[in-house]
C-alpha cells in the first residue's frame, strides 16, 4: 500500500514538471519585463530632467546676456561722450534700472579709475577707486584691456552684502577709437537666479557650482533643498572668465517608485499566473481526468474568461506579445502584434517571413542577426528596429524576449513589443534642435570673425586698416625690441583720380598694395592709413635690414609703369623712415616722427627717402612753438599792417596804399610774411590774419581822412582760403564800403584756370560790392589770358622778379611791355612792385605802366609813420618830369 502511495505521488508529480518549467520561463520573462519597464521609466526621467534644466540654463544665459546688451547700449552712449556728467550718467543709467533688470549697480573707469557710479547712494566709496591698485578686481579689468572685449566674472561676495557677476566692458573713445577705460556692471547673482527660475521649490533637485578658466577647484553657490543624486544630468555655461556647472536630478532620485509601475507588474503577475495556471490546471486535468469530466468544461470557460481580461490589459498597455517557434518558424502574435506589423486579421498563421518582410530594408541586417544571436546564444532578445506598414508609414519597435525550451519541445523564444515611435521622434527634434542651435553658434562665431577681421583690413586691398596699425602700436609700446616705421604716401596719385577716375584710383592702390606685399618681408607688418597713405611696421634690427635701401627699392617698384584701364600710368612715392633710439619713447611718436620724415620728404621734391633725425626734431619743435606763438599773437591782436603807398607813374601822386601784414612779436619785434605765413597756412589761419589786417586798414584810411590825409583807396592781400569762407560776402556787405575805395589782390598762385564755379562766382559778389580786383605777382606763369578775359580785374600787378632786371635785359622790357599792351586792350591798368630806383621809375612809366611801388618812393610803414610821409610830401622832385605827350 505504502509503495502504490509512493508510485502515484511520483506520477502525479511528473503531470507537473511542464508547468513548472514554463513557470520558471515566465517569471524570468516577467523579471526582464520588470527591469526594462524600470529602465525605460529612468530614461524618461532623465530625458525630462534634460529638457528642464536645458530650460533653464537657456533663461539663466538669457538673463545674464540681456543684462549685458541693456550695459553695452549706454557704454556706446557713453564712447561718443567721454567727457559725461554724473548727472547724465544716472540719468541714462536710471532708465536701464526702471526696467527690473538683475542690475545692481553700474561704475565707469577711465584709465582703470572709477570717475561715474550709479546708484551713488550707497557707492559714493567707490569713486576714485584705481582697479589696478585692487587685488580682486586688478587681474579682471587687465584682462579686459589686454582682450580688448567683454569679461564676465562671478559670483563673488560683494562689499554691500550679498552676491553677484561683474560684467567688465572695454570703452573706447575719440576720433582714433582709442582704449578709453573699462565700464564695470554688477548683476545681483540672487535675483539672476530667481528671475531664471532657479528657487527652493523646484521640481528638481540642482547646484550650480563656478570654476575659473584657469583651474582651481569648483565652487558650487546655488543648492536646493533636495541634494543632487548621483549620476546628474550636467550643462555648462561659459560666461567668459568663470565656466557655471548647472547639475540636476529628479527630486527623489533616479530610482523612484512610477505610478504606473505597480500595475505593470500587476499585469505581469496577472500574465505569469494566466501563462503558468493553466498548465498546473492542465496537469491536474490529466490526472483526474476520468473524475472530472464535467469539471474540465468548466474550467475551460474560466479559462476563456481569464484570456479576455488578459488581451484588455494587453491593450491597456499597448504591448504586444509573441512567440516564436524556432523549429516550425511559426510565430504567435496577439492582435497588437498584428496591428504593429500589418497583419490582416484573416491571416491565421504568422511566419517569421511575415516578421522578416515587414523591417525596414536598412535595419533587417542587423534585426535578424541580433534576434538569430539570441536564440543561438540562449540570451535575452532586447534590440530596436523600425518596422515598415504597408501604408508607408514607419513605426520604431522596442523588442524584449526571452529564449527557453520546453522539456519535451522545440526551442521557442517569448516577448513583448512596444511602439515607441513617439519617443524616439522626439529625441530626434530634441537632436535636431540641439544640432540646429550648434550649427547657428558656429555661424554667429564665424561671423564674428568675419567682422572682425573687415574692421582689421582695408576693404580695398586687403592689408591691415589704421585701427589695426594702432593695435600693433599699443602692443609695440610695451616691447622693447627694435621698432622701426616707414611712412609711405604715394606721389602723383590725385593726377590719376582726376584724370582717369576714382575706379582707376582705386587700381593703383591695389596695384601698389601688391609691390609693397611683393618686396616687404613676410615678418614686417604693413597697413594702408588712409587715402594713398600706407605704413610699414618692423622689429627687425636696423642695421641687418637696412630700411633705407628697402625704402629706394619701393620707391623704384612703385615708379614702375602700371597698365591701367589701357593707360601706362606712373606714380611715384615719398618715404618718411624713423627708428626708435630711445626706449622711453612711445610708439605713438615714433609714427609722428615717420609723419614729419615723410614731410621733409615731399618738401624737398618728392620721390625719394627722408629719416628723422635731429635736426628735422628741432625744426619740427621750431615750427609747432611758431604755431602756438601765432594763435596766441592772433589772441593778442599782434597782427597789425604796414602801409606802402603806391604813385600814379606820371603825377607821381599817391593814389592808393598796400596794407601788408607784420607780426609785432613782444620779444623778437615785426616778424616779415615769408617767416610766419607757410605756418599760417598749415594752421588754416591766413584767412584770420587777413580779416584782422582788413579790418585795421579800414579803420586807419578812416583815421587819416579825418586827420586830413585822403587816400584814394587801400590794397589788402586775400588768401584764397579767405575767398572759401561762406561768410566773407556778408561780412564785407555789413562793413558798408565806399566803393572803389578797396582792393583786393589776389596772387595768381591760385590758378583761376582750375577755380571752381562756387571760387567764381564769390569773385563776383564781391565786384558787385564795389571792391576791386587786383591780380598779385602776374607773371609768374599761373594765370592764362582766357583766365584773366573771364575774371576782368581792375588792375594787374606785374611781378618784381620781372621789375628788378628791367635796365640790363631788352627781353625783360619787351616782356613788361607785352603785359602793358594787354592791359591796355583790356581797360586793366598796370601796376609795377619791386621800383628800386628812380631808374626803373623812369624806363617803366616809359613802357606804359600806369602805377609805381617800390622802395625807390617808400618802404613799408605803421600808420602814423605813412601819415607823417606823407603829409611832408619829400619824395615829390624839385621839378616834376613834364608829362608825356598824348
Not at 534644466?53 to 533663461?59: D, F, K
Request: proline share 4%; net charge negative.
Amino acid at each position: 500500500m505504502t509503495d502504490r502511495n509512493a508510485h502515484f505521488s511520483f506520477r502525479g508529480l511528473g503531470y507537473y514538471i511542464p508547468a513548472i518549467v514554463v513557470a520558471f520561463a515566465v517569471l524570468a520573462a516577467t523579471f526582464l519585463a520588470d527591469v526594462q519597464k524600470r529602465r525605460l521609466e529612468e530614461e524618461y526621467l532623465r530625458s525630462s530632467t534634460t529638457e528642464q534644466l536645458g530650460l533653464l540654463r537657456s533663461r539663466l544665459l538669457g538673463n545674464i546676456l540681456g543684462n549685458v546688451k541693456l550695459v553695452e547700449g549706454l557704454i556706446a552712449t557713453f564712447s561718443t561722450e567721454p567727457g559725461m556728467s554724473q548727472q547724465r550718467f544716472s540719468d541714462l543709467a536710471g532708465r536701464i534700472f526702471r526696467d527690473g533688470t538683475e542690475l545692481r549697480n553700474l561704475a565707469i573707469a577711465p584709465d582703470f579709475v572709477v570717475s561715474l557710479v550709479y546708484p551713488q547712494k550707497g557707492n559714493e566709496r567707490s569713486v576714485g577707486l584705481d582697479y589696478r591698485k585692487n587685488e580682486r578686481q586688478r587681474a579682471a579689468a587687465l584682462q579686459v584691456r589686454a582682450l580688448d572685449r567683454l569679461i564676465v566674472t562671478g559670483p563673488v561676495d560683494l562689499v554691500q552684502g550679498g552676491r553677484g557677476v561683474i560684467a567688465r566692458y572695454p570703452i573706447h573713445a575719440g576720433t582714433d577709437n582709442a582704449f578709453f577705460g573699462i565700464a564695470s556692471a554688477v548683476i545681483d547673482l540672487d535675483k539672476l537666479l530667481a528671475g531664471s527660475g532657479f528657487k527652493d521649490d523646484m521640481r528638481l533637485a540642482v547646484s550650480i557650482s563656478s570654476r575659473s578658466h584657469e583651474g582651481g577647484d569648483a565652487r558650487t553657490f546655488f543648492s536646493t533643498p533636495a541634494p543632487v543624486d548621483t549620476d546628474p544630468v550636467v550643462m555648462t555655461i561659459d560666461i567668459g572668465h568663470e565656466v557655471w556647472t548647472v547639475s540636476a536630478a529628479p527630486l527623489k532620485g533616479w530610482r523612484q517608485p512610477s505610478a504606473s509601475l505597480g500595475a505593470f507588474r500587476a499585469g505581469l503577475a496577472l500574465l505569469a499566473v494566466i501563462i503558468v495556471a493553466p498548465m498546473f490546471w492542465v496537469g491536474y486535468l490529466m490526472k483526474d481526468r476520468h473524475r472530472h469530466i464535467i469539471a474540465l468544461q468548466d474550467r475551460e470557460e474560466r479559462l476563456e474568461t481569464v484570456s479576455q481580461r488578459l488581451l484588455l490589459a494587453l491593450d491597456a498597455s499597448r504591448v504586444g506579445v509573441w512567440e516564436y517557434d524556432c523549429e516550425s518558424g511559426v510565430l504567435a502574435w496577439d492582435q497588437r502584434m498584428r496591428e504593429l506589423y500589418s497583419v490582416p486579421a484573416s491571416q491565421p498563421v504568422c511566419r517569421y517571413e511575415d516578421w522578416r518582410k515587414a523591417l525596414h530594408p536598412d535595419d533587417l541586417k542587423e534585426a535578424e542577426r541580433a534576434f538569430a544571436t539570441a536564440i543561438e546564444m540562449e540570451q535575452p532578445y532586447i534590440t530596436e528596429f523600425r518596422v515598415l506598414a504597408k501604408d508607408g508609414v514607419v513605426r520604431h519597435i522596442r523588442a524584449h524576449g526571452m529564449t527557453y525550451r520546453a522539456s519535451s519541445g522545440p526551442k521557442r523564444i517569448v516577448g513583448a513589443n512596444w511602439d515607441v515611435t513617439e519617443d524616439i521622434e522626439l529625441q530626434a527634434e530634441l537632436l535636431k534642435a540641439k544640432l540646429t542651435a550648434e550649427a547657428q553658434n558656429r555661424a554667429l562665431e564665424d561671423a564674428r570673425r568675419a567682422m572682425e577681421h573687415n574692421s582689421l583690413h582695408d576693404a580695398l586691398t586687403r592689408l591691415p586698416n589704421r585701427r589695426f596699425l594702432d593695435q600693433q602700436l599699443a602692443l609695440a609700446g610695451d616691447d622693447n625690441r627694435p621698432l622701426t616705421l616707414l611712412h609711405i604716401d604715394l606721389d602723383r596719385f590725385k593726377d590719376i583720380n582726376d584724370t582717369l577716375g576714382h575706379a582707376a584710383g582705386d587700381e593703383v592702390l591695389k596695384q601698389a598694395a601688391g609691390v609693397l606685399r611683393a618686396h616687404v618681408p613676410a615678418e614686417d607688418f604693413i597697413a594702408r592709413i588712409g587715402g594713398d597713405e600706407f605704413v610699414l611696421l618692423s622689429h627687425r634690427d636696423p642695421a641687418a635690414a637696412d630700411f633705407p635701401t628697402l625704402s629706394a627699392r619701393l620707391i623704384e617698384a612703385i615708379s614702375e609703369p602700371m597698365a591701367i584701364e589701357g593707360h601706362d600710368c606712373r606714380i611715384g612715392a615719398s618715404i618718411g623712415i624713423a627708428t626708435r633710439n630711445d626706449a622711453e619713447e612711445s610708439a605713438e611718436q615714433l609714427l609722428v616722427n615717420a609723419d614729419i620724415a615723410l614731410y621733409e620728404a615731399k618738401r624737398r621734391g618728392r620721390n625719394r627717402v627722408e629719416a628723422f633725425n635731429d635736426e628735422l626734431r628741432l625744426r619740427t619743435v621750431e615750427v609747432k612753438r611758431l604755431s602756438d606763438e601765432i594763435l596766441r599773437g592772433l589772441e593778442r591782436q599782434e597782427f597789425r599792417p604796414f602801409f606802402q603807398p603806391q604813385f600814379d607813374a606820371e603825377t607821381l601822386e599817391i593814389v592808393g596804399v598796400e596794407a601788408l601784414a607784420r607780426w609785432e612779436h613782444p620779444t623778437r619785434g615785426f616778424v616779415p610774411p615769408d617767416v610766419f605765413l607757410p605756418v599760417a597756412e598749415s594752421l588754416n589761419v591766413v584767412a584770420r590774419i587777413d580779416e584782422a589786417i582788413l579790418e585795421q586798414a579800414l579803420f586807419q584810411t578812416i583815421r587819416w581822412e579825418g586827420l586830413g590825409l585822403d587816400i584814394p583807396r587801400v590794397s589788402v592781400n586775400v588768401s584764397c582760403q579767405r575767398l572759401h569762407d561762406d561768410g566773407l560776402v556778408e561780412k564785407l556787405r555789413a562793413m558798408n564800403i565806399r566803393p572803389g575805395s578797396l582792393t583786393f589782390e589776389l596772387l595768381e598762385s591760385i590758378s583761376f584756370d582750375a577755380a571752381d564755379d562756387g571760387l567764381k562766382r564769390v569773385i563776383e559778389e564781391i565786384k558787385a560790392l564795389g571792391i576791386d580786383i587786383e591780380i598779385d605777382d602776374f607773371g609768374s606763369g599761373h594765370a592764362s589770358i582766357v583766365s584773366l578775359l573771364e575774371l576782368s580785374p581792375k588792375r594787374l600787378k606785374i611781378d618784381r622778379r620781372l621789375v628788378q632786371p628791367l635796365l640790363e635785359s631788352a627781353a625783360q622790357q619787351s616782356l613788361v611791355q607785352s603785359i602793358v599792351d594787354i592791359g591796355k586792350v583790356r581797360g586793366i591798368e598796370t601796376v609795377a612792385e619791386g621800383v628800386e630806383t628812380m631808374e626803373h621809375a623812369e624806363l617803366l612809366r616809359r613802357l606804359g605802366c600806369d602805377i609805381l611801388q617800390g622802395y625807390a618812393f617808400a618802404r613799408p610803414m605803421a600808420s602814423d609813420d605813412f601819415l607823417a610821409f606823407a603829409t611832408a610830401r619829400a619824395w615829390m622832385p624839385a621839378n616834376p618830369t613834364p608829362a608825356r605827350a598824348s
